[in-house]
């Protein structure tokens, strides 16, 4: 890049002591210190992290909770100082790690703006060239002599977040502060980082867990995974490398749940799950991010010691757009009980009609309604863990609506088609109609 870097972080370790043992004298101290017990364990949340910001980028980090975000934006802001490396700031850098923070409640909203600003290191005649556009964004222009108190808490929130974007530093530092105030706010929050994007003078370095906002905003960004960089570049790549390491977790979270709860005889039963089905999960066995162009293939794992017959029943949900995708319906797939107790049954399912998304398998275990060949009652469902959360990524894909324009388009044809077709469709259906009208009639001749 032909920017110049603005922030330059450089083989940069962070670890804190945690105390394990604490001694309550000098006589407890001396005896520790002989059994070489140091009283704590050092924990490392970051590990020889380096990277470089340019002038000019929308820089996005993403990470799991306790991979070492907030502490990187720490060491960033000099809020800590990294116990190996260097970090590098050129020019004047504003962090906005949480909101609000240093708001005094007893003072007005425009006394709390200049003391902001000291915080920031802003003189007084630097908040003064800012004021008026502060008070103008956080529409607040006349409750700015009141105090802060009788304050609703969305007009904090965007008090707070006009201070933050609106002082004029080089580097503005973003700690999930984006989904802020009601949506007309959240819209002119939107418009002004899309400018921001435009500004070749100004640099954002945002952390979040909205991929949406990544793939919006940021021209670059990085994963970090416990601590280290996990991966670091495109937009695209980078939020794809995180989707696809919460799956995985999840799903290996998901597994060990399940394994304790074996060993542990089920003494507590996970939500949707009892007694009489204590086990009941659904898993991918497939890679967790596919195209649309695989098949995706799961298991599910069960504990049931009944001998009858019995249905699992499984549903497809729109994690991001919501709904119910498919259903196999309740009846379906029967299961042939041949040996009670703990089983695992392997199926597979066609991508190809979806768009990206995420996606999540729910399976209940259902068996017939004693008198009714129709009903079925809900013995378990796989809820919340238990649950299978896959993911479709597919450059040849929208991320839009659920199918895709592969599997379903619509194109222009004439009136003259249009109404041919729909004259034929139209006699087929009578010469149906008029078929079976037929064969009711011999039917009921037959009958008499």
């Avoid at 820089?59 to 060491?75: A, D, P, Q, W």
């Avoid at 984006?178 to 070749?200: H, I, M, N, S």
């Avoid at 009489?276 to 066995?285: E, F, I, K, N």
């Avoid at 998304?357 to 060949?373: A, K, N, V, W, Y």
Wanted: net charge negative.
């Amino acid at each position: 890049m032909d920017k110049p870097v603005v922030l330059d972080v450089e083989h940069v370790d962070k670890w804190f002591k945690l105390p394990t043992e604490q001694a309550t004298g000098l006589k407890q101290a001396f005896i520790n210190w002989t059994k070489g017990i140091k009283g704590f364990k050092k924990q490392q949340v970051l590990k020889d992290v380096t990277f470089q910001v340019h002038q000019g980028e929308f820089f996005g980090i993403v990470g799991r909770n306790g991979g070492g975000k907030s502490t990187l934006l720490k060491i960033i802001s000099q809020i800590y100082y990294p116990n190996r490396g260097s970090v590098n700031v050129t020019g004047k850098l504003v962090p906005f790690i949480e909101l609000g923070v240093g708001f005094n409640p007893e003072l007005t909203g425009r006394e709390n703006v200049y003391l902001n600003g000291a915080l920031l290191g802003f003189t007084p005649e630097e908040v003064d060239a800012m004021y008026d556009d502060i008070v103008e964004f956080a529409e607040l222009g006349e409750f700015m002599d009141q105090k802060l108190k009788n304050y609703s808490s969305g007009m904090q929130v965007r008090l707070a977040f006009s201070v933050a974007i609106k002082a004029q530093g080089d580097i503005l530092v973003l700690d999930e502060v984006l989904a802020v105030g009601d949506e007309a706010f959240q819209r002119k929050c939107d418009d002004y980082f899309t400018k921001v994007r435009q500004d070749p003078t100004k640099t954002v370095i945002l952390v979040t867990h909205d991929m949406s906002a990544i793939k919006r905003y940021c021209t670059r960004a990085m994963f970090i995974k416990d601590g280290e960089v996990a991966a670091i570049g495109d937009r695209e790549t980078v939020s794809e490398s995180y989707t696809l390491a919460n799956l995985e977790a999840i799903d290996q979270e998901n597994e060990e749940k399940a394994r304790k709860a074996l060993e542990a005889g089920h003494e507590e039963y996970p939500n949707g799950l009892n007694e009489r089905c204590p086990l009941l999960r659904t898993y991918g066995v497939s890679p967790l991010m596919l195209t649309s162009a695989d098949t995706f293939r799961f298991a599910v794992e069960y504990q049931f010691d009944e001998t009858d017959d019995f249905y699992l029943a499984i549903a497809l949900h729109d994690v991001r757009r919501g709904g119910i995708t498919f259903d196999t319906g309740a009846r379906n797939p029967q299961m042939h009980m041949t040996k009670p107790g703990h089983h695992t049954v392997y199926f597979e399912m066609p991508l190809d009609l979806f768009n990206n998304g995420e996606f999540r398998l729910i399976t209940s275990l259902r068996t017939p309604t004693p008198g009714d060949g129709k009903m079925t009652d809900a013995v378990a469902v796989a809820l919340d863990d238990n649950a299978c959360t896959f993911a479709i990524r597919d450059p040849r894909n929208s991320n839009y609506a659920l199918i895709n324009n592969r599997a379903l388009y619509i194109k222009p044809i004439s009136e003259e088609e249009a109404e041919d077709a729909a004259a034929e469709q139209k006699a087929a259906r009578k010469e149906t109609a008029d078929t079976a009208a037929d064969a009711n009639t011999v039917f009921e001749s037959g009958q008499a």
